[in-house]
């Protein structure tokens, strides 16, 4: 009777130590799932946290990186509603020439005698030769205006061929409705109306920059680039040195920039 009871006990103590290890070894596999899971959650944040900041980096930059769209001075959508030939606009300091340029491809000679709005006028407007881009993108841009007695239209570019005119008023803009075009005066003479600086048609650059140091020559006091430029603006007008004769402008696009003033300093 005895020897049951302690078998008994036995196999009970024996059954109850199994029940404590299959305890234990369950709470260290919880444990380790859940020291596994909290593991993740803690590392899951701080990853989304850097892809959020590269993110938010990336878009920052793209905004930096972005200019402001031109806006013209020149109401261009107002000149085309009066006028639908109009290119652009020219202004040069310290003289009247403040004027729209219009542009007909069809012919030369239309806005000789027909003003900006159309009307039949001895003063005629501004016009690009009909030869170039309208954009004024080409090679050569040959831009006309009459010589008015009363001063107006391009009759000012008479005292360009004065040294000291010349050299204070060199810097002057052609406003269009996608850019500003900043224009540095190079060289100016009065020639006959022989028709070569209406040349717009170039077959290489080695063409355009023989022609160009070709057109310069005559002037004493040219300034010949010394790097090649990309195009020529040449302001016509007549002259009266000679039968036929023009007064010739030359201008080549520079980096936008605040001339400086020959006389400060001197005493």
């Avoid at 234990?24 to 850097?50: C, D, H, M, N």
Wanted: some cysteine; aromatic content about 12%.
């Amino acid at each position: 009777m005895r020897d049951s009871m302690d078998s008994g006990r036995g196999k009970g103590r024996g059954a109850f130590w199994i029940l404590l290890l299959l305890l234990a070894v369950a709470g260290i596999g919880a444990a380790a799932l859940t020291g596994s899971f909290f593991k993740k959650e803690q590392e899951q944040p701080e990853t989304s946290a850097e892809v959020t900041k590269e993110i938010i980096i990336e878009t920052e930059t793209s905004v930096e990186e972005t200019e402001a769209p031109y806006v013209s001075p020149i109401n261009f959508e107002e000149l085309r509603d009066r006028n639908p030939d109009t290119v652009g606009w020219i202004r040069i300091p310290d003289t009247v020439i403040d004027y729209p340029i219009v542009h007909d491809p069809e012919d030369n000679e239309h806005y000789l005698h027909v003003d900006f709005d159309g009307n039949s006028s001895a003063y005629g407007a501004i016009y690009l030769d009909c030869d170039s881009k309208p954009d004024f993108s080409g090679w050569n841009n040959p831009i006309y205006g009459h010589h008015m007695k009363d001063g107006s239209m391009f009759k000012a570019l008479e005292r360009f061929k004065e040294e000291d005119f010349f050299k204070d008023h060199q810097y002057f803009e052609i406003y269009t409705p996608e850019r500003t075009i900043h224009l540095k005066a190079v060289a100016c003479y009065y020639s006959s109306a022989d028709g070569i600086v209406r040349k717009t048609q170039f077959h290489s650059r080695e063409e355009f920059d023989q022609w160009m140091a070709k057109r310069l020559e005559p002037c004493a006091f040219a300034e010949v680039p010394e790097e090649s430029v990309d195009s020529m603006f040449v302001l016509v007008t007549c002259s009266y040195e000679m039968a036929n004769a023009r007064t010739l402008l030359f201008a080549v696009e520079v980096e936008e920039r605040v001339p400086v003033n020959r006389n400060e300093g001197e005493n």
